[in-house]
């Protein structure tokens, strides 16, 4: 049960707000607590969680729901009852393996991004050049960000974007772990000496996932699909002359020239 404390005059140091319940009881708000009280979530800190294949099944039904919640009513919004409700147990189970929501949320989009990595690094086509690989990449970025609708994929950039301490600071570690592929092919091009030198990797990266993470806000906005095979194609097409050496034609010619010129003498030689 939750009330707006402020809305009632009450301040954080006031004394204890009380409430007529419907039941005719006096209720709290959720924001305080009598001394030698606690909440679900201290409860849940305590608990210790099952092991086993029930308990195993019992944790992907709940990030399975969670996902759908988190995607369709967005963090601020979501709340664990609504989650064990769409689950038909009740909010103490949902505690007993996770214990907050920021947990849970975190969780949920940890698996995602996992998901992504999993089917990048499987299907990365590592034998071909790195513009090949770069449009994979950019794909299945964008196919994969929008392929169960643009809730998850709104939840985690905006969410992603947050500074405050309740979930914005979890994503440092996810981003950079879900951004590990893209550094490596990056890393890759350019020991090959197809993307340039004189620019920090993490910059190039921000100059890919930049214009992508605009394009997914705009098709989360006018809540339109995304045409990917065009759209990656025309990303691909924008950003590789940038990411390529500065005169890289003029040295494939000279390199070409030095081959030719190299196997003439031989044959003059023979």
Sequence with gaps: MEYDVTACGATAGSALPQFRASNGGTAYHSRFRLPGTATMEDHAATRRIPSGARAEQRIRDILRVSREVFAELGYDKTTTTEIAQRLGVSEATVFTYFQSKRKLCVRVIEDWYDEIIDAVERGMPRDQ????Q?????????????????????????????????????????????????????????????????????????????????????????????????????????????????????????????????????????
């Excluded at 994979?136 to 969410?159: D, M, N, P, W």
């Excluded at 920090?200 to 394009?215: N, T």
């Design 129 to 132: 050049s790195t513009k090949a």
């Design 134 to 270: 770069l449009a994979f990449y950019v794909k299945t970025h964008l196919r994969l960000f929008l392929i169960q609708g643009t809730g998850l994929c709104a939840l985690v950039l905006s969410e992603g974007r947050a500074k405050g301490p309740e979930l914005g600071q979890e994503f440092v570690p996810l981003q950079r772990r879900y951004t590990a592929p893209l550094m490596e092919l990056l890393a890759r091009g350019r020991e090959h000496g197809e993307i340039r030198a004189d620019l920090p990797l993490s910059l190039l990266r921000s100059a890919i996932l930049g214009p992508m993470e605009h394009i997914l806000w705009d098709a989360i906005a006018r809540e339109r699909e995304v045409d990917i095979d065009k759209t990656a194609a025309g990303m691909v097409a924008l950003l590789w002359p940038a990411l390529q050496p500065a005169n890289i034609e003029l040295e494939a010619l000279r390199a070409f020239h030095g081959e030719v010129g190299a196997a003439l003498r031989k044959l003059d030689g023979a």
